[in-house]
């Protein structure tokens, strides 16, 4: 399975080493799940019976709603509202009598709950991401040019580095772990000491004794901080296509 997603994530890989594109190669990988899926969504997947179940059965959250919406389609998106809002309708009714009420009440909230905590987006994309990361996992294990292109990874943000690490300990044996641990961990460690330097010299400017000192690299470190710390996602123009380094 791992192996479907080689070229894609040797391709993030290679576009933050090489483009000048500084951020996660993971985030890249995200958002071009998430474009293709929105895309998909939106078009050749919007009248097929077995993703309209889905869709009405698992709905969208919040950011995948919004970023539906900013593609501007309008009437495909008002076709699949209109069948996601039947299906509530469908499931939340029921007898409004003394005797029933409470049941059918319990019902709407257990229905409602379960629809706030799911995305037909957000699963499409997990599914596919977490063997992206195993492939990652893997190409470590394998292929001595990929390993190259982790070492001269800009950085990765928090979550994603989590999940690669996890990713890399189930995988690898104790030996090939510690080496890929020590490796990682410097491109991490080279940017995360960057970044607090330039977050602390950023506050630091606010009092009077540092007003006449360079800014340096410190007047986005607030933003880098965000990027790093929840990572670089959801980076779409309104043609639907990806802002990052990925076509």
């Known amino acids: 399975m791992e192996r479907i997603f080689t070229i894609p994530v040797n391709e993030a890989f290679e576009a933050v080493r090489t483009e000048g594109t500084c951020t996660c190669p993971f985030c890249l990988l995200y958002n071009k799940l998430e474009s293709n899926e929105i895309d998909l969504i939106l078009g050749a ?14 709905g969208f959250c919040e950011e995948h709603l919004n970023l539906m919406f ?22 939340i009714d029921g007898s409004m009598s003394s005797l029933f009420i409470k049941k059918t009440a319990d019902n709407a909230a257990k229905t409602l709950n379960k629809l706030d905590q799911s995305c037909y987006i957000c699963s499409r ?13 893997l190409l470590w294990q394998t292929d001595e040019d990929f390993r190259q292109k982790v070492r001269e990874t800009p950085y990765f943000c928090l979550k994603h580095f989590g999940r690669f ?18 490796n990682v961990y410097a491109v991490e460690k080279v940017y995360f000491d ?31 901080a965000k990027k790093f ?19």
């Not at 997947?45 to 698992?58: H, I, L």
């Not at 998106?77 to 299906?87: F, K, P, Q, T, V």
């Not at 994309?125 to 996992?137: G, H, Q, V």
């Not at 990713?167 to 104790?174: I, Y």
């Open 194 to 224: 960057k970044l607090r330097e330039d977050v602390s010299f950023f506050c630091k400017k606010f009092d009077y004794r540092y007003a006449d000192e360079p800014w340096g690299d410190s007047k986005d470190a607030p933003e880098r």
């Open 45 to 58: 997947s919007m009248m097929e019976p077995d993703v309209r179940q889905k869709t009405n059965e698992m």
């Open 70 to 91: 900013e593609m501007g389609k309008r009437l495909p998106l008002a076709l699949i509202l209109e069948s996601h809002l039947n299906s509530i309708a469908e499931k």
């Open 229 to 247: 710390l929840n990572g670089d996602l959801h980076i779409l123009d309104k043609s639907g296509k990806n802002a990052g380094g990925l076509t």
């Open 165 to 182: 690490v996890a990713a890399a300990k189930e995988r690898l044996s104790g030996r090939e772990f510690a080496e890929f641990y020590e």
């Open 125 to 137: 994309i997990e599914n596919n991401f977490k063997s992206m990361i195993e492939t990652a996992a």
